[in-house]
């Protein structure tokens, strides 16, 4: 076979050779290292922290987050912090994309932790 082709054969006496697929068409797919941990602050608060690390793809990538249940404290391209009251649900979306428009949405779901008592 030749270099560049996926088949080539002889038909009639002609050779016909079929091109291979752009190299530009094939993307690796994007992924992302997600996980969240919920922590006490006080009595009737806590936080919710997200990291968040893209990978395959083509980079640079663009994090976007999104969430229920809580406020959002802070958030960068790798970390969101969320406050919650005790006991409630929160619901945490990221989403990745990278540059050529390709994305990976991931979420993950955490309760707020009961804080401890303050004598």
Do not use: H
């Amino acid at each position: 076979m030749l270099a560049g082709t996926t088949a080539a054969v002889v038909v009639g006496g002609a050779f016909i050779a079929a091109p291979a697929a752009d190299a530009a068409s094939v993307r690796p797919t994007v992924t992302a290292g997600f996980i969240c941990v919920a922590e006490s602050v006080g009595r009737s608060e806590g936080t919710v922290t997200c990291d968040i690390t893209p990978g395959g793809g083509v980079a640079p990538y663009t994090v976007t987050w999104s969430e229920t249940g809580g406020n959002i404290g802070s958030e960068s391209q790798s970390e969101l912090l969320v406050y919650c009251n005790t006991g409630s649900v929160v619901s945490v979306t990221a989403t990745v994309k990278d540059s050529t428009g390709a994305s990976v949405q991931e979420n993950l779901v955490r309760t707020c932790k009961t804080g401890v008592p303050i004598p």
